[in-house]
């Protein structure tokens, strides 16, 4: 696509560090880190000698937490800056080793709070409560409990903090080993001129995406072939990172594997449980909808690389202008302060969005907590499900935005809230431009576009979470071979999507970053929570009208410091525990189909 963009689509991340990767600012910044983290340990290993000895006081607690925010925020803030590089130019050697740098410094943070963790768990019930109702620490008592309740379920301190150093290494390491693969890939394509491109595997990923037929299965051919070809590293990688988390899980005493995923979401194994049962009970009407899309498209059967094909008008190219003016017009009608902040993000360039090579596949938003600032992460195509991942990401920075002013410890909020707010968005974009289709085929691929999520929702991810729970149980018993991960992949397919496909993508587990994210286990299932939770929460906003973006900021800010069940029953009144929330919230979906149909 020919650039004739007004606005820019590159990011400035030297408003955070000038310098790029081998910025003289940011390297001092990281060697203020490596100093005032052995201090902060010192400060910890004191206080926890005064516990041990029956002198743990609550104005040390106080002191400690304040230091704890500010390492976290810095820490956050150095991540964030490395990554970035990273991923905008894969061959930025100085900004892959910055980040296994930093690392480094995360680990040694997360040791010296395995100890500040036990200072917290040695006075009682009743102590901590009052503890609690105190103008420092009342703030962030929740994010502080839960720390103290996880520390209770985890090794002592000395244990915890030798798995940590370990994991630099010996887990974490892994996923440097993948994203150095991915790096590395180059997967060729025979243009129509007979000349051949060299595509870095997120340039190829989008022509999965294209209008022609042709064009995507060939693409599909080249894509899979690129991944059996750098399947064993991959399986190396998976393998060895999933051992360790196995052995970290045994030595603790935990037997789910999905203990650990739903603790970091805030979430009870009764709502995950509810949201899948309902989801499989409730997802057949999407088989209608296949039929009637392989009818459109000309082809008897969907196959793999048809579910996200564009049908008609849906296959003409949205310039980044285009896009951007779009998604703040809907914004805007939601309410003021979403329109305002998109309208800041474009401003100020807080957006990578540029096709070019060496970029990574994928798109995300990261946070820089103290530059109060955020980046989002894509490349731009011009398709429609590009407009809808640019408004997805501007979902997540939104919701960081209003959160910037809470107490640090607040700001981690988990997975599945941070997809509602990104799902909300994409919804206000999505339905706003169905609404105000022209004619009849705009909106009948519109509607093919906003109905591909749902199938991604209801089917891709539950194919991943099946995967990923199938792999860990055969990785008990030893490691999982090539040939085996692909059939446990197309078998998880098979079930998500009915088996109603002509064809399936075995090496999936190989090409999708979410498996080998060592920070986040199953980087699957939160999606699809907020897929739902979002979709719940978007017909309220509709029933309510524009006075809701007011309660919607109340509920983001909330978002850090209670669980998920707790934030549903506050802001919507819903219990997440019981079917019927997640049933309606599929049936919603339902009526996208009908019209889709009836159309």
């Given amino acids: 696509m020919t650039k004739t963009n007004r606005l820019p689509d590159t990011w400035d991340m030297d408003a955070i560090f000038p310098g790029g990767s081998g910025s003289d600012r940011f390297a001092e910044f990281l060697l203020a880190l490596e100093r005032d983290i052995p201090a902060f340990g010192a400060r910890v290993e004191e206080a926890e000698a005064a516990s041990a000895a029956g002198a743990a006081d609550v104005e040390t607690v106080e002191r400690l937490t304040e230091e704890l925010e500010s390492l976290q925020s810095r820490l956050v803030e150095a991540e964030a800056f490395a990554s970035c590089h990273a991923s905008a130019n894969q061959k930025d050697k100085k900004a892959i080793a910055l980040g296994s740098s930093i690392r480094t410094l995360i680990a040694a943070c997360e040791s010296q709070l395995t100890r500040f963790d036990r200072i917290l768990t ?9 503890w609690m109702t105190r103008p420092k620490l009342a703030p962030v008592s929740f994010p502080l409990s839960e720390r103290r309740k996880q520390a209770l379920e985890k090794l002592s301190p000395e244990m ?3 798995l940590n150093d370990l994991a630099v290494d010996g887990y974490h390491g892994w996923s440097e080993l993948y994203d150095t693969t991915v790096g590395q890939i180059e997967i060729p394509f025979e243009e129509e001129d007979g000349g051949v491109t060299m595509l ?3 340039q190829a990923a989008n022509k999965l995406y294209h209008p022609s037929k042709d064009v995507r299965d060939r693409m599909f051919v080249a894509w899979e072939g690129a991944w059996e070809k750098h399947a064993d590293y991959c399986a190396q990688a998976l393998n060895h990172l999933g051992g360790f988390r196995l052995q970290t899980y045994k030595h603790r005493g935990w037997t789910d594997i999905h203990k650990e995923p739903l603790d970091m979401n ?4 009764e709502t995950l449980d509810s949201m899948w049962s309902a989801i499989e009970q409730h997802r057949a009407f999407l088989l209608a909808y296949f039929e009637k899309k392989a009818e459109l498209l000309g082809i008897e059967k969907l196959g793999w690389t048809d579910l996200d094909a564009p049908i008609g008008k849906a296959g003409v190219k949205i310039g980044f202008d285009e896009g951007a003016a779009m998604i703040v017009e809907q914004f805007r009608k939601f309410g003021p302060r979403l329109a305002a902040f998109a309208e800041m993000a474009f401003r100020d360039r807080w957006i ?7 970029k990574r596949p994928g798109g995300f938003c990261t946070s820089f907590p103290l530059a109060k600032q955020s980046r989002i992460f894509m490349t731009y195509e011009g398709s429609l499900t590009n407009v809808s991942t640019l408004a997805h990401e501007l979902g997540h920075g939104f919701h960081t935005q209003v959160v910037f002013d809470q107490p640090g410890l607040t700001q981690n ?4 809230v941070a997809e509602t707010a990104s799902t909300f968005a994409e919804l206000i974009v999505a339905d706003a431009t169905i609404r105000q289709a022209p004619d009849r085929d705009t909106k009948i691929a519109l509607l093919d576009d906003k109905i591909q999520r749902s199938v991604a929702f209801l089917m891709n991810i539950h194919a991943r979470f099946l995967f990923e729970t199938r792999f860990y149980e055969e990785r008990r018993r030893g490691t999982v071979s090539v040939e085996r991960l ?7 397919q098979k079930q998500a999507y009915h088996d109603a496909l002509a064809s399936y993508h075995p090496h999936f587990w190989a090409s999708k970053l979410h498996f080998y994210i060592t920070e986040v286990p199953f980087y699957n299932f939160p999606y699809t929570f907020g897929y739902l939770f979002s979709t719940g929460l978007y017909a309220t906003a509709a029933s309510e009208g524009a006075g809701f973006e007011e309660r919607y900021v109340s509920l983001l800010q909330d978002t850090g410091r209670m669980t998920v069940e707790d934030l549903a029953r506050k802001h919507l009144g819903v219990d997440l525990t019981k079917p019927e929330f997640w049933e309606r919230s599929v049936a919603l979906m339902k009526k996208d189909v009908d019209q889709f149909l009836a159309l």
Wanted: net charge negative; proline share 3%.
């Fill in 266 to 269: 805030r979430m009870s194994k």
């Fill in 352 to 358: 990578e969005a540029e096709d070019r090579p060496n």
């Fill in 160 to 162: 915890e903090s030798l």
């Fill in 122 to 130: 040695t006075v009682d019930q009743a102590t901590w409560d009052a």
């Fill in 413 to 416: 909020y988990a997975m599945g």
């Fill in 200 to 202: 870095s595997a997120g």
């Fill in 486 to 492: 692909n059939a446990l992949m197309v078998e998880a």
